[in-house]
């Protein structure tokens, strides 16, 4: 019973409050002057890249090579570092399968050697260029950086995998 004691003389004025605002506001009609600046702005007009140059045509041909290369020595390495990972399953942290479980693992990290040099090279070509404002192949460019990025994330998602399968110490 005290709480509605309590509110009762808010709910007193608020009629009194709604009467007085809504006769005295100013209208919210659109005025003359609002308009004059609804313009578009002059459109920009970017030229797209052209091809790519030739001196860099070269270099990409080269990393990509290089990602090949990169690839292919992941692969041979990536069979029996798993046969070894799979016996070192059971094997004690720091053990002798476990260790050699580990070496192989690091000779799969080190086959893919090519493959990132090229990514981070291609990487440092890209940004260069960007900020130079070089756009002329940053199409091209872009491309063999977003293939060579999936190679290496692909190679990281085995790497994490192999590395999962061995003991924790």
Same mark, same amino acid.
């Given at each position: 019973?005290?709480?509605?004691?309590?509110?009762t003389?808010?709910f007193?004025?608020l009629?009194?409050?709604?009467?007085?605002q809504?006769s005295?506001?100013?209208?919210?009609?659109?005025?003359?002057v609002?308009?004059?600046f609804?313009?578009?702005?002059?459109?920009v007009v970017?030229?797209?890249?052209?091809p790519?140059?030739?001196?860099?045509?070269?270099?990409?041909? &080269?990393?990509? !090579?290089?990602?090949a290369? +990169?690839?292919?020595?992941f692969? @041979?390495? %990536?069979?029996?570092? #798993?046969?070894?990972?799979?016996a070192?399953a059971g094997?004690p942290?720091?053990?002798e399968?476990?260790?050699?479980?580990?070496q192989?693992?690091?000779?799969l990290?080190a086959?893919?050697?090519p493959?990132?040099?090229a990514?981070a090279?291609?990487?440092?070509l890209?940004l260069? &260029?960007?900020? !130079?404002?070089?756009i002329d +192949?940053?199409?091209?460019?872009? @491309?063999? %950086?977003?293939?060579? #990025?999936?190679l290496?994330?692909?190679?990281?998602?085995?790497?994490?995998?192999l590395?999962?399968?061995?003991p924790?110490?």
């Amino acid at each position: 019973m005290k709480r509605v004691l309590l509110f009762t003389p808010l709910f007193l004025s608020l009629p009194a409050c709604a009467a007085t605002q809504s006769s005295d506001g100013p209208s919210l009609a659109k005025r003359a002057v609002e308009g004059r600046f609804d313009v578009a702005p002059p459109a920009v007009v970017i030229a797209p890249p052209g091809p790519l140059p030739a001196d860099l045509a070269g270099r990409l041909a &080269r990393w990509e !090579a290089d990602a090949a290369a +990169g690839q292919q020595a992941f692969a @041979a390495e %990536r069979g029996p570092a #798993a046969s070894l990972v799979a016996a070192a399953a059971g094997a004690p942290v720091a053990g002798e399968r476990w260790v050699v479980a580990q070496q192989a693992i690091s000779r799969l990290i080190a086959a893919r050697a090519p493959l990132t040099a090229a990514l981070a090279d291609i990487d440092r070509l890209y940004l260069d &260029r960007s900020v !130079a404002e070089d756009i002329d +192949g940053l199409p091209d460019i872009y @491309a063999l %950086r977003d293939r060579l #990025a999936d190679l290496a994330a692909t190679q990281d998602a085995v790497i994490e995998a192999l590395s999962a399968g061995l003991p924790r110490g």
